[in-house]
T-cell receptor
């Protein structure tokens, strides 16, 4: 149980284009989803938190117009990197919590984004 | 905001030995402390967690201890095996107003179990 998937697992895009990453909770309903970014050999940095049907809450320093988050349903959240640049290349990971009272976060396998 | 420090950054042990990773946190309001294992190119996997009303928790070869007064918690792995080799992250969290909990991660420990 508590499986989270991400698609795609890796993507290469050209500078200036946009790319969408999907995060799905496969066997539970995720009231809250989180998006993280991880650079090589570094820790996970929270980018934003989203509750189903509400606008995402972004961490300080994260551009909300560049990283668009949509939590459309209890099983799907998407992250769109708009006008991507090489410095946006990173490992993007989502996580999900089952209910508003749930402590546990279950992580997806991550998406490797490379911007050329 | 919350700040989590983790030590050591790298840890090498012989197979069968024990491994201990330590973390400290700054926010006394934090009330949930999970540990994650991350293998190369994969997402973090929850291996054990502890809540602030508990001092110790054990699951087979893995145990976690929490000292709220000192604001530190530790991961103990006994009888280490080569498949335990990975990066381990501690985290501290507290409730968000809108629901869910915000995790602040430590810097990670690269554990290598040598044959």
């Amino acid at each position: 149980g508590a499986v989270v998937s991400q698609h795609p697992s890796w993507v290469i895009c050209k500078s200036g284009t946009s790319v969408k990453i999907e995060c799905r909770s496969l066997d539970f309903q995720a009231t809250t989803m989180f998006w993280y970014r991880q650079f090589p050999k570094q820790s996970l940095m929270l980018m934003a938190t989203s509750n189903e049907g509400s606008k995402a809450t972004y961490e300080q320093g994260v551009e909300k117009d560049k990283f668009l988050i949509n939590h459309a349903s209890l099983t799907l959240s998407t992250l769109t990197v708009t006008s991507a640049h090489p410095e946006d290349s990173s490992f993007y990971i989502c996580s999900a919590s089952g209910t508003r009272a749930s402590y546990e976060q279950y992580f997806g396998p991550g998406t490797r984004l490379t911007v050329t | 905001g919350e700040n989590v420090e983790q030590h050591p950054s790298t840890l090498s042990v012989q197979e069968g030995d024990s491994a201990v990773i330590k973390c400290t946190y700054s926010d006394s309001a934090s009330n949930y402390f999970p540990w994650y294992k991350q293998e190369l190119g994969k997402g973090p996997q929850l291996i054990i967690d502890i809540r602030s009303n508990v001092g110790e928790k054990k699951d087979q070869r893995i145990a976690v201890t929490l000292n709220k007064t000192a604001k530190h918690f530790s991961l103990h792995i006994t009888e280490t095996q080569p498949e335990d080799s990975a990066v381990y992250f501690c985290a501290a969290s507290k409730w968000l107003t809108g629901g869910g909990n915000k995790l602040t991660f430590g810097t990670g420990t690269q554990l290598k179990v040598e044959l």
